[in-house]
């Protein structure tokens, strides 16, 4: 069964610098979605993203943040300087298509532990 | 926001029926229900949604009521992996999920 793949599955750095979690999004799939969980929080929605550009993004995804489908295959997430509140659980998913109703449900990767120290 | 609630946490027996409740009181006509589970520190998982039928597939069973203010995701047979956290969630306008707090099922032996 195709899943969608995430890189590293641990993180470590130091505040200041930047990092970029990678993403393999399910081969068929058109929309990309990045969500991050602190721990012992809920999950939050970052941003949406189709057609190689910015869909949705909430008021966490502030200017550090960005996102860039690179080729054909992978879909990432830079954090452009890390401060001590970005560690988190980084989410990535994708969906067959972006409305609502059949073939859109999000299928989540497994994550990718962020600590910044 | 999450448009959703949810109880905090409920417990179920290994083989029984695991029902959990979820009000959303203030959807439209056009917004779909959905439900997810995370086991653990692992990623969310898609089980089931609907916008007014009931729907089932392999995993559980989704009823809404003919209100549509409130439904119920089923799970026939629970089982101990079955422990997770389910989040019910209400697509607003586009596809990105809001998740609440959830309610985290616990299934004893």
């Known amino acids: 069964e195709p899943e969608v793949t995430q890189t590293p599955s641990h993180q470590v750095t130091q505040m200041g610098q930047e990092v970029i979690l990678r993403c393999v999004p399910i081969?068929?799939?058109?929309?990309f979605y990045w969500y991050r969980q602190i721990l012992g929080q809920k999950v939050e929605f970052l941003v949406s993203?189709?057609?190689?550009?910015?869909?949705?993004k909430s008021e966490i995804f502030d200017d550090q943040f960005s996102v860039e489908r690179p080729d054909g295959s992978n879909f990432t997430l830079k954090i452009r300087s890390t401060k001590l509140e970005d560690s988190a659980m980084y989410f990535c998913?994708?969906?067959?298509?972006?409305?609502?109703?059949?073939?859109?449900?999000?299928?989540f990767g497994p994550g990718t532990r962020l600590t910044v120290l | 926001d999450a448009k959703t609630t949810q109880p905090p946490s409920m417990d179920c027996a290994e083989g029984r029926a695991a029902n959990l409740p979820c009000n959303h009181s203030?959807?439209?006509?056009?917004?779909?229900v959905y439900w997810y589970r995370q086991i653990h520190s692992q990623g969310p998982q898609y089980i089931i949604h609907?916008?007014?039928n009931n729907e089932t597939n392999e995993m559980a069973s989704l009823i809404i009521t003919e209100d549509r203010k409130s439904s119920t995701l089923i799970l026939p047979h629970a089982t101990l992996r079955d422990t997770a956290v389910y989040y019910c969630?209400?697509?607003?306008?586009?596809?990105?999920?809001?998740f609440g707090a959830g309610t985290r099922l616990t299934v004893k032996p």
């Open positions: 081969s068929n799939h058109l929309y």
């Open positions: 998913a994708s969906s067959e298509l972006g409305r609502q109703g059949p073939n859109n449900e999000q299928f």
């Open positions: 993203f189709y057609n190689n550009e910015i869909s949705e």
């Open positions: 203030t959807i439209s006509g056009n917004e779909y």
């Open positions: 969630i209400v697509l607003e306008n586009n596809n990105d999920m809001r």
């Open positions: 609907g916008l007014k």
